[in-house]
């Protein structure tokens, strides 16, 4: 039997697939139901201090090989989820917040709250692509460590970032030296690859309403982005600071990549919202059987051992 049970900064996880906040995880609901599933945690949708309707829709479209979406992050706001967080405790495993905000200043307010709510790892969001207006803080060095700076001191469980896709190395190296000075446990790589377009060649228009079309790609589409960013910031820290892997999931082989490039977990979004809860049994028996043929008994058994040629 394959293990796929796997530990992040010490908090351990009955398997390795859990949902992508944003992925059915914005109500009440949605998130007991990712309690109820086999789903190895549950992950909130990114929270801002207001309650959000999100963007106008349509505002996610699903196409073969992936999805766009600029959803706007739609959420109940942050004192919701903190009253909702010991209930969610209840499913026996971690529950995972993710923390947004529009202005610098929310950080600390919402980290503030929900830490005391007790979950059981924070997930900081440098990436949403999709608020008009605002820039992926990921994106600039210096804003995402004045941020980092406002809410390590407030957060007293392993606290992690959710970075966007880097597609130069220059500034991975940049972003590893800001994590590196600020003491983070985790990192989630990546959010989707944002401002993208999809084209309706038929309607002949753009498939989403918000931003003039322009939105976040996620999906089978950006899997070697997500693996290429799990890869770089894998080596960059010597393989000692635990990694999610986002983006691309769409079976077991997917996972198994991600995990061969330093991922000890993966988060699943686009095929989730595709194909529902049901999902979680289908990429727990592929990624198994990937392991029992290659001879792995455990995920971390080949964490990290993609070889060079
Ligand atoms: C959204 O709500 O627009 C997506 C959230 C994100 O990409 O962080």
Do not use: W
């Amino acid at each position: 039997m394959t293990d796929l049970t796997t530990t992040i900064a010490g908090v351990r996880f009955p398997t390795c697939f859990m949902n992508a906040a944003g992925a059915l995880c914005v109500t009440r609901e949605e998130l007991m139901a990712l309690g109820r599933s086999r789903s190895g945690a549950i992950v909130t949708k990114s929270m801002t201090v207001e309650p959000r309707q999100g963007n106008p829709e349509p505002r996610y479209h699903g196409f073969a090989g992936g999805s766009i979406n600029s959803m706007g992050l739609p959420n109940l706001g942050y004192r919701a989820y903190a009253e909702m967080i010991p209930d969610l405790k209840q499913f026996g495993k971690p529950v995972i917040a993710s923390v947004a905000g529009l202005r610098e200043e929310d950080f600390p307010v919402i980290a503030t709250v929900i830490n005391a709510a007790g979950p059981d790892l924070i997930e900081v969001n440098l990436s949403c692509p999709n608020i008009p207006g605002k820039p992926q803080i990921g994106y600039d060095p210096d804003a995402s460590e004045r941020i980092i700076k406002l809410v390590r001191p407030l957060i007293t469980v392993p606290m992690g970032l959710k970075l966007p896709p880097y597609f130069d190395p220059a500034h991975q190296e940049a972003m590893q030296k800001v994590i590196a000075r600020q003491g983070i446990d985790f990192l989630n790589l990546i959010n989707s690859v944002g401002n993208a377009l999809v084209v309706d060649p038929d309607r002949e228009t753009v498939v989403i309403k918000p931003k003039g079309g322009f939105g976040g790609l996620g999906g089978a589409i950006i899997k070697p982005v997500a693996l290429a960013n799990v890869r770089a910031f894998y080596k960059l820290f010597e393989g000692r600071l635990p990694i999610i892997g986002t983006g691309g999931i769409v079976n077991g082989v997917d996972a198994f990549e991600h995990i061969l490039c330093g991922a000890s977990a993966v988060q699943i979004g686009t095929v989730l919202v595709e194909e529902g809860l049901e999902v979680f049994a289908r990429l727990e028996t592929e990624l198994s059987a990937i392991l029992a043929r290659k001879g792995y008994s455990s995920i971390v058994d080949c964490r990290g051992a993609v070889r060079e040629l």
